[in-house]
């Protein structure tokens, strides 16, 4: 039987995408990385897929006019590759209706913070700034809104005193690390079921 193709998004270090590569290499799931594309030359995720002898591919927003021409080269790069589900791992790009229609209930992403509170980019200052006690990670299937897909898991995250952008985010990324590959064993193994806004976990 063969394995499902995943087509990673990303587009700067990769961490997440390291977290991916690792616990299919540990056997957690069954699943093939056929590419990785980043929309930023510089994006680290490029040497990590390198290095683990991942097809990596930049397809760089700046050489696009519109976000459609943008978001058909990403389309015809995961066809080309046989992607079946889309994994966005720090990819800082709003996708439009015409990707998500694409791929629709097959994109996966993950954001730094408990949705529905703090989307955007900026949520480790916004955590901050408004004095939350706690934060932590989401992994949401992505609908045509701002980080407002159905949630599939959080990781709760207390937020200390002293804490910077910078502390808040490395103790965030260590609960990223750990959900986003048991989201997507979840994924892969049809565990996922959607009702509404609400996603079932099926036993």
């Given amino acids: 039987m063969s394995k499902p193709i995943l087509g ?8 997440n995408l390291q977290s991916i590569i690792n616990a299919i290499d540990a056997g957690q799931f069954a699943a093939e990385i056929g590419v990785v594309i ?14 683990a002898g991942i097809i990596g591919i930049c397809i760089n927003r700046k050489e696009y ?12 790069e995961l066809h080309a590759h046989n992607v ?6 720090g990819f800082m790009r709003i996708l439009s209706p015409l990707f998500i229609r694409e791929y629709k209930n097959h994109i996966l992403n993950i954001h730094p913070a408990l949705l529905p509170a703090f989307v955007g980019a ?3 200052r916004d955590v901050l700034e408004y004095g ?10 992505v609908d045509e809104g701002m980080d407002s897909g159905p949630i599939i898991i959080q990781s709760a995250v207390p937020v200390e005193d002293n804490d910077t952008e910078d502390t808040l985010a490395a103790r965030v990324l ?5 959900i986003y590959p048991k989201a997507i064993e979840l994924y892969l193994n049809d565990r996922l079921q959607i009702n509404g806004r609400k996603v079932l976990i099926k036993s």
């Avoid at 990673?8 to 961490?15: C, F, N």
């Avoid at 459609?68 to 389309?75: G, P, R, S, T, Y």
């Fill in 8 to 15: 990673v998004l990303a587009s700067g270090r990769g961490t």
């Fill in 38 to 51: 980043t929309d930023k030359p510089e994006a680290l995720a490029l040497e990590r897929a390198k290095d």
């Fill in 65 to 76: 006019n519109t976000r459609e021409d943008f978001e058909k080269a990403l389309i015809k």
């Fill in 84 to 89: 079946e589900h889309i994994i966005l791992a």
């Fill in 122 to 124: 900026h949520s480790h």
């Fill in 132 to 141: 939350v006690k706690i934060s932590g990670c989401t992994v949401h299937f």
């Fill in 174 to 178: 260590e609960q990223e690390h750990i």
